[in-house]
């Protein structure tokens, strides 16, 4: 099992950045798979962007180019770098290892 905590979340404007961390407890997070997921208002829950154990990244089409996903497997962590950010990335965004999920940050995108 694994603890997740999300941080980094807030008001941004049209255009600006934001960085979201997740925190990981416990020895496994290296071995998995780290996911993003974002959920908006009267909305699924949607993947953002996925980062294997070695590395390798996958991300939704909505995102690609704008947003980086990265990880520290020594530290636990693992990061979301968000770029260019647009009123449709308003949402909850939850880091996913293995079988747990944390508790989410919101990000809101407003002028």
């Known amino acids: 099992q694994v603890q997740l905590v999300e941080s980094g979340g807030g008001l941004v404007q049209p255009g600006g950045s934001l960085r979201l961390s997740c925190a990981a407890s416990g020895s496994i997070f290296g071995r998995y798979t780290m996911h993003w997921y974002r959920q908006a208002p009267g909305k699924q829950r949607e993947l953002v962007a996925y980062?294997?154990?070695?590395?390798?990244?996958t991300y939704a089409a909505s995102v690609k180019g704008r947003f980086t996903i990265s990880r520290d497997n020594a530290k636990n962590t693992g990061d979301l770098q968000m770029n260019s950010l647009k009123p449709e990335d308003t949402a909850v965004y939850y880091c996913?290892?293995?079988?747990?999920w944390g508790q989410g940050t919101q990000v809101t995108v407003s002028s």
């Open positions: 980062i294997t154990p070695d590395g390798t990244t």
């Open positions: 996913h290892v293995f079988n747990s």
